[in-house]
């Protein structure tokens, strides 16, 4: 279906960021003597501090999927973490300690809801904003890579970048905005901005990002119809935008459900935040 495959990995692009940022728990102290404290992250000391940390906050949403194992969840964040460490000290990443904290607290709220549909895509470059400065990586878009977060990302340009995993390229998926010049096809890697949609001319090839219609608004019923925006679709019977389907749902086509996935005509599950590697480490299959 035209425009499942880019937001299908546009899905998938958060979980895998999620295990690169680093999240330390909020510890505030008092400078009583006038004197300034050490800083409480270091690159020495980082790993140690942030790996069962990060876990922690990961249990309640892997218990929800394929399971938890804390010790080698541990072991795996460890890991990444010491890859991040080494290519700061090679001049490929900046590290920003300070910013630990603040992510721990952008991260909660999406781990807790573990199952994020299409609107918390829209607001992850935004939110997760602190986490993209603790490891900060430098390499620009078609870059060879390893990793996410060897990979440079702009807030500014609303933009959540991954190392794709076929390519092992730096990869952007970005957010246009109001009249942007857009495009549907299958490995689009923009995608007009939330409460907007691509108003695309087949015959001419050439689209604008243009407002959504609102839920509930007429709208006329085509394999292709986009002018719901997205988490919404064009119901045939009552020709009105509706909110996208759960899971086990009846439907014609992926843009229905809110998992983006229509199988045997049914809509499918949205899988869980994080994969079986970042829940169970090298214990996953």
Do not use: H, W
Not at 147 to 166: L, Y
Request: glycine letters at 6%; aromatic letters at 6%.
């Amino acid at each position: 279906m035209i425009f499942q495959r880019p937001l299908s990995r546009l899905l998938l692009t958060l979980p895998t960021l999620a295990a690169t940022f680093v999240l330390g728990l909020a510890a505030c102290g008092d400078d009583t003597d006038g004197t300034t404290p050490p800083p409480k992250y270091t690159l020495d000391n980082v790993c140690a501090q942030i790996a069962p940390q990060l876990c922690e906050v990961r249990k309640t949403c892997c218990e929800k999927g394929d399971g938890y194992d804390e010790a080698a969840c541990i072991t795996y964040e460890t890991e990444v973490c010491e890859k991040n460490v080494a290519d700061v000290q090679a001049g490929l990443m900046t590290f920003d300690g300070n910013s630990i904290d603040a992510c721990l607290v952008a991260m909660k709220p999406y781990a807790d809801k573990c199952f994020l549909t299409i609107p918390d895509y829209y607001n992850a470059p935004e939110d997760l904003a602190p986490c993209s400065k603790v490891f900060a990586g430098k390499l620009t878009d078609g870059s060879t890579c390893e990793r996410d977060a060897q990979c440079a990302s702009s807030v500014e340009k609303r933009e959540i970048v991954e190392c794709d995993d076929d390519t092992k390229k730096c990869s952007a998926t970005r957010f246009l905005p109001l009249d942007a010049a857009c495009k549907v096809e299958a490995n689009a890697k923009e995608v007009c901005d939330q409460g907007l949609y691509c108003d695309y001319d087949f015959l001419a090839m050439e689209g604008l990002c243009k407002p959504a219609k609102k839920l509930g608004e007429a709208c006329t019923p085509s394999p292709i119809q986009l002018s719901c925006g997205l988490n919404a679709y064009c119901d045939a019977d009552t020709k009105v935008c509706t909110e996208a389907k759960v899971e086990g749902s009846a439907c014609q086509s992926p843009l229905e459900c809110q998992s983006l996935k229509c199988n045997a005509m049914a809509c499918g599950p949205i899988d869980p935040l994080f994969d079986g590697e970042q829940c169970k480490g090298s214990s996953a299959p």
